[in-house]
């Protein structure tokens, strides 16, 4: 019989993942989820905090559970909780009377609360851990801010902290925020930010694109002690743009995984021939100049030991090289990763899909007989688009496939579409 396949999980330039059983019989090895290790489930944890109109001290970082008396709450506000992908993990209101809120959240992220009460926005960054957290949010929080996103983006790039839909992973990733956010406020312009910003605020604008502000935070940034860390922003697993293989005109995917001891590896898949080979190298970074020398290939390539240096810039998830072209690193929302179980039918449709911290899933799929079989691949998330690669699969010859779809998660439901495809999914 012939296994109708169908794949669907979202992105930004490719392709994402669910691989559907057709019909009732063949094709289908008798493998079971027994040796699958599960996605560790990530605790919620409660972040609480107070948002004040004029405060322009920074409460102590070590503070986890006590929250300060507001002296000019905002109240009946629009609180979010964005995280490094871009979504919303999580929104509220302020009390109508304290200016307090309440958040239950997914914890070990790093989080920006963002404050809205008309053309008023106030926001405050940090890194939550696994026990509960109080954010207070505040000008001072807002200018810290400011300062961090403006220290970043003169290392990195274009660096936007707390906008929906807009990742900041890599930017996160390039310095330890909380460390960070003390170093700010305790650098003799920090002040001056702060001020700023409560003018901003007593003149019902929006301090983030106030003038005043922009230029307070300029001088702040440049002489504040917070570097970007750009080998950490480095390690990691990345893939770029499907491009045209070299030496023919099939498509190619490359995969690379950057190891933080200097050296990378990684395989280059011919998604036209359904083949691959591997190269592997070294690489090191000075500043913003990535140096990398090809050591290995099984491609064919002759250019070994051969180093090239090129000029990196970042944006959301996305690395630019001066001449390689960009690279995404995988993975993305934290809401994504876990064991997923579909619900959209009864037969001939994915068991259970794992997706993976680290850019990584596998799918288990029964077809009618009972018997079972796996596809494996790896994703990333950017807003609300998935991508998803099926690398290799023992349900079917047809693999090293890419797709795009749109998903939404809602409570524990998460649904998927485009890429010919739809489905309701439920978390387990």
Not at 211 to 221: F, G, H, M, P
Request: proline residues 3%; charged residues 10%.
């Amino acid at each position: 019989m012939k296994r109708a396949l169908g794949y669907a999980l979202i992105s930004l330039l490719l392709g994402l993942f669910i691989t559907v059983c057709g019909g009732g019989g063949g094709g289908g090895s008798n493998s079971s989820t027994s040796g699958i290790t599960p996605p560790a489930s990530v605790p919620l944890v409660s972040v609480i905090g107070n948002v004040d109109k004029i405060s322009i001290a920074l409460k102590p970082a070590t503070t986890k559970t006590a929250k300060a008396t507001s002296t000019s709450p905002l109240t009946s506000a629009t609180v979010k909780a964005i995280n490094e992908s871009g979504d919303v993990a999580g929104t509220t209101t302020t009390d109508a009377a304290t200016g307090d809120y309440t958040l239950n959240l997914p914890g070990s992220t790093t989080y920006v609360i963002k404050v809205s009460s008309g053309s008023v926005v106030l926001k405050a960054i940090s890194s939550v851990g696994s026990s509960n957290a109080t954010i207070d949010v505040n000008p001072a929080s807002t200018a810290t801010v400011k300062v961090l996103e403006t220290k970043l983006a003169a290392t990195l790039g274009t660096v936007s902290l707390g906008e929906e839909n807009t990742d900041f992973t890599l930017a996160a990733g390039a310095v330890d925020v909380n460390t960070a956010v003390t170093t700010i406020a305790s650098d003799g312009n920090f002040g001056t930010v702060a001020n700023a910003v409560a003018a901003a605020v007593a003149n019902n604008s929006d301090p983030l694109t106030d003038t005043a502000v922009t230029t307070a935070a300029d001088t702040a940034s440049a002489a504040v002690a917070v570097t970007a860390n750009t080998t950490d922003i480095w390690a990691g697993k990345w893939t770029g743009a499907a491009h045209t293989c070299s030496g023919n005109t099939d498509t190619c995917l490359d995969v690379i995984t950057v190891n933080s001891n200097g050296t990378w590896s990684g395989p280059k898949y011919d998604l036209t021939a359904k083949s691959s080979c591997t190269e592997s190298g070294t690489w090191s970074l000075n500043g913003t100049t990535l140096t990398h020398t090809l050591t290995a290939s099984s491609c064919g390539a002759t250019n070994l030991n051969v180093p090239v240096s090129e000029t990196m810039t970042i944006s959301g998830n996305v690395m630019t090289l001066s001449s390689s072209g960009s690279l995404i690193k995988l993975g993305g929302s934290s809401t994504l990763v876990g064991t997923w179980n579909n619900t959209s039918c009864a037969t001939s449709c994915p068991s259970k899909i794992y997706i993976y911290s680290d850019g990584t899933f596998k799918v288990t799929e029964f077809n009618q007989s009972g018997t079972s079989c796996n596809d494996t691949g790896m994703w990333y998330s950017s807003g609300t688009s998935l991508w998803h690669a099926t690398l290799s699969s023992s349900c079917s010859s047809t693999q090293l496939n890419t797709e795009t779809s749109t998903y939404t998660i809602s409570g524990s439901t998460l649904s998927l579409s485009g890429g010919g495809n739809n489905w309701v999914l439920t978390k387990q």
